[in-house]
């Protein structure tokens, strides 16, 4: 028998909700303050982990916009991306759709092609060196309003083969999907294919505005949910997949303990739900983290484990040619290892 460690360690997998920025490590963020000649607001980074508390998402929030203002230049957001992705082989991630927040960096006066262009240098050495896929998700901020995201994508259209979709996050609460209407048709009508955060904090509604109202591709976080019998049967009808984040929900009180998770709710109630790791930095794990927490708490049995592996590809915005070879290389390792 497989003990689930290497199990989950063996299984090949995407990362389908990770926000770049999110990963930004306090020793790299230390790093780069001094490269940049920034002071940080904590004298060590034991202080800063020591302020890593939530009691809800817009207090981490406040800390992650704060966070990032360390990434100045290309070779910044060259650097942030690449050590997630070298982070992200370990675990075996094959393919990576990867969020960022352009305006969090606009909004300093940092230029959209800085941040486009480092995220993309790592992104292309990671296909070369490390043999993982990764795209470009680009994220409105959605406690600023619809015009500002409509300034934001008339930037994007310059780096339109670079950017392979189009996200909504941050403060959820009051903010609905409605509020993104146009910018989401325009981003549509350019390519792009649509995500959006939706039921982590935010009710069902939001979520069904995510699908009937912006038409998104996939929605992320998404477990509010199954507070709407009619909406978990239309999102199981549609095949429309949830990025979960068990470690995320954990730190940001969505959940007041893991064994109360809804992840395996979710899969019996024939929903689509991947393993992800959101903003590993700041929730202390990577998506094996969150794999071996949710089996753990959840007993997760070996099958599941597979499953949710498995999702990630069906789930993952590949060629379809690729995502078949993919699947069965997966369906291979599942197969060679001891039961
Ligand atoms: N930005 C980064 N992480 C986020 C999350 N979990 N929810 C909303 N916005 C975010
Ligand atoms: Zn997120």
Redesign the pocket.
């Known amino acids: 028998m497989i003990d689930e460690n290497s199990l989950i360690c063996r299984l090949p997998k995407c990362e389908l909700h990770i ?1 770049i ?2 990963s930004l490590e306090p020793e790299l963020m230390f790093a780069l303050a001094r490269r940049n000649g920034i002071r940080l607001p904590y004298d060590s980074i034991d202080a800063l982990r020591r302020a890593y508390q939530f009691a809800r ?1 817009q207090d ?2 406040d800390i ?1 916009y704060q966070g990032m203002s360390v990434l100045i230049t290309e070779r910044d957001f060259h650097d942030l991306a690449w050590a997630y992705l070298t982070r992200a082989q370990a675990d075996n991630v094959h393919h990576v759709e990867m ?1 960022f ?1 352009p305006q969090g960096h606009t909004s300093r006066g940092v230029d959209f092609a800085t941040v486009v262009n480092g995220l993309t240098a790592a992104t292309a050495k990671a296909e070369a060196e490390l043999g993982i896929s990764a795209s470009l998700i680009m ?1 409105f901020l959605r406690h600023l309003d619809e015009a500002d995201a409509e300034r934001t994508l008339d930037l994007a259209l310059a780096h339109r083969d670079k950017i392979m979709g189009v996200g909504l ?2 403060s ?1 609460l009051g903010h609905p999907p409605s509020k993104f209407t146009r910018v989401f048709r325009r981003a549509r009508d350019a390519g792009f294919s649509l995500f959006a ?1 939706a039921g ?1 904090e935010g009710p069902p509604d939001y979520v069904w505005q995510a699908i009937d109202v912006l038409g998104v591709d996939r929605i992320d ?1 998404g477990h509010r949910s199954l507070e709407d019998d009619t909406l978990v049967a239309r999102l199981a009808r549609d095949r429309m997949a949830l990025t979960v ?1 068990p470690l ?1 929900n954990l730190r ?1 009180r969505v959940v007041d303990d893991l064994k109360r998770h809804p992840l395996r709710r979710m899969m019996q109630r024939d929903l689509l739900v991947t393993v992800n790791s ?2 590993p930095a700041y929730f202390g794990g990577y998506v094996n983290d969150n794999f071996r927490a949710v089996r753990s708490a959840l007993n997760l049995e070996r099958d599941e484990i597979v499953a949710l592996a498995r999702n990630s590809f069906v789930a993952a915005m590949m060629p379809e040619g690729e995502k078949q070879t993919a699947l069965a290389a997966l369906d291979r390792v599942a197969a060679s290892l001891p039961r």
Do not use: A, I, R
């Open positions: 926000h920025e999110g998402l981490f929030l992650y969020f927040d994220c996050d941050s959820e955060h982590e976080h984040c995320s940001l959101d903003d």
